[in-house]
Nanobody, 114 residues
Framework: VQLVESGGGLVQAGGSLRLSCVAS????????MGWYRQAPGKQRELVAG???????NYADSVKGRFTISRDNGRNTVYLQMNSLKPEDTAVYYC?????????WGQGTQVTVSS
């Protein structure tokens, strides 16, 4: 499974960005997809996850501001990020769980200026 993210960039606080992640390869076997982020000097953390049946979970820090969605037909997962804060600045990684194995994208930088 290969994952390619897009949509990162620089935005002012309060702004919005939409991240996309397209899966290829054995994408039909993907169960859970999600977004993680890693800020400088910090551990990678889960931002949001979505199952094949579209059940979702979110980190407390992004609830009410971020929305994860999935288009199984296009093997794509999205992360709509609204009301962005400087503390959301990080490299965002797409993740896919396939038969117990984790696959990762290359990451996309999100920078929120104050």
């Amino acid at each position: 499974v290969q994952l390619v993210e897009s949509g990162g960039g620089l935005v002012q606080a309060g702004g919005s960005l939409r991240l996309s992640c397209v899966a290829s390869g054995s994408a039909f076997s993907i169960n859970v997809m999600g977004w993680y982020r890693q800020a400088p000097g910090k551990q990678r953390e889960l931002v949001a996850g979505i199952g094949r049946g579209s059940s979702t979970n979110y980190a407390d820090s992004v609830k009410g501001r971020f929305t994860i969605s999935r288009d199984n037909g296009r093997n794509t997962v999205y992360l709509q990020m609204n009301s962005l804060k400087p503390e959301d600045t990080a490299v965002y990684y797409c993740n896919a769980l396939v038969l117990g194995s984790d696959f990762w994208g290359q990451g996309t930088q999100v920078t929120v200026s104050s």
